[in-house]
């Protein structure tokens, strides 16, 4: 195995509304590798989303600013759809490609339901951002509402122009990026939460259906925050993603 594969960071892109910090118990449990957690644009430290931007114009921003060289590129979410446009059209950028609760190709009542809650984050921003947190986090033990409490201080902080600039891409990218799904070569992964009724495990055999030789798991009792919910399980499937793609690769 090449030097080069053994050292190749773990690229981390987040969801809609989120930031960096959504991968922190991944990168705790990621120890042998380096991790790089991205902000997409107009999220988190960088500068608000201004104007309506494209799923191209944010997967050309992030491609700039991940390390040089092949990258383990891991996608959550909005993060998902930025991850194959990259692997789809920079294949000697991508070691191997995890796509953590994707949608793919919506059907007409599920870019109805996307729609919807755009037009209801225009309307009543926080709100929104309530029943967003609703969907996700529904219990109410310790842990769901310590989860809960921190994701909701992450989304409230959001620039609401830029929030609204990013979630317009979410509602769309799934038509932009399937035409290209097929050129994905790298080694990929597609992972959900038996529970995620956005990004649903029938959309990970939606995306088996057009990335060639994909690899499907659904995560039993888990809604759409993965790697706030569940990272030790979605650690292990990233690691096994990662030794089996930079052995396949470097062989």
């Not at 830029?162 to 932009?176: C, I, K, M, P, Q």
Request: charged fraction near 25%; proline fraction near 7%; hydrophobic fraction near 40%.
């Amino acid at each position: 195995m090449s030097e080069a594969a053994c050292t190749a960071p773990v690229v981390l892109l987040h969801g809609v509304g989120l930031d960096r910090t959504v991968w922190s118990d991944v990168e705790e449990r990621l120890t042998d590798r380096r991790t790089v957690a991205l902000n997409l644009p107009g999220h988190g430290s960088r500068p608000p989303l201004t104007q309506p931007v494209s799923l191209t114009d944010m997967a050309e921003d992030v491609l700039a600013r991940m390390p040089t060289g092949r990258v383990h590129l891991v996608g959550f979410s909005l993060g998902a759809l930025i991850a194959q446009t990259i692997a789809a059209r920079h294949p000697e950028r991508v070691e191997s490609l995890a796509c953590v609760s994707s949608v793919c190709s919506r059907s007409p009542e599920e870019a109805d339901a996307v729609r919807a809650r755009l037009a209801a984050a225009r309307q009543d921003f926080r709100a929104s951002m309530h029943q967003a947190l609703d969907r996700w986090f529904p219990g109410r033990d310790d842990v769901s509402l310590e989860r809960r409490d921190k994701t909701a201080e992450v989304l409230m902080a959001n620039d609401v122009e830029s929030y609204l600039h990013a979630y317009a891409v979410f509602a769309s990218g799934d038509r932009e990026v399937l035409p290209e799904l097929p050129s994905i070569s790298a080694p990929t992964t597609a992972v959900t939460g038996e529970l995620d009724t956005g990004s649903t495990p029938e959309m990970v055999d939606r995306l088996a259906g057009f990335v060639p030789d994909l690899r499907r798991r659904v995560v039993p009792g888990v809604r759409h925050m993965l790697p706030v919910e569940a990272p030790g399980e979605l650690v292990a499937e990233l690691n096994e993603l990662i030794t089996e793609s930079e052995g396949a690769h470097h062989g």
